[in-house]
Nanobody
Framework: QVQLVESGGGLVQAGGSLRLSCASS????????MGWFRQAPGKEREFVAA????????SYADSVKGRFTISRDNAKNTVYLQMNSLKPEDTAVYYC???????????????WGQGTQVTVSS
């Protein structure tokens, strides 16, 4: 079993930055592929970024490419999402997820955090 806890969300003005963290616990947490997803009110949950357990590659949604950076520190069992140049349309609840492989598809992930709210004001 893997538990995931997100932190770092908040209110920021457009153009600002936030760094989200996702702390994982469980014997095999560091071997999982990790992803970040987000869900805005009235919309479906959508892929943001993903990274395999090795950290050797990354994947991003087109809407955040060049602005967001996903990284991980397996020694700390933590995954990060650095978000720069934030826009009002980035406002959503952000979730981290863990799975056997890293993917853009929600159903490929077995474990989910509770989410952290990010609000970007214009």
């Amino acid at each position: 079993q893997v538990q995931l806890v997100e932190s770092g969300g908040g209110l920021v003005q457009a153009g600002g930055s936030l760094r989200l963290s996702c702390a994982s616990s469980g014997r095999t947490a560091s071997t999982y592929g990790m992803g970040w997803f987000r869900q805005a009110p009235g919309k479906e949950r959508e892929f943001v970024a993903a990274i395999p357990w090795s950290g050797a590659s990354t994947s991003y949604a087109d809407s955040v490419k060049g602005r967001f950076t996903i990284s991980r520190d397996n020694a700390k069992n933590t995954v990060y999402l650095q978000m720069n140049s934030l826009k009002p349309e980035d406002t959503a609840v952000y979730y981290c997820a863990g799975g056997k492989s890293y993917s853009r598809i929600t159903t490929d992930y077995n474990y989910w955090g509770q989410g952290t709210q990010v609000t970007v004001s214009s």
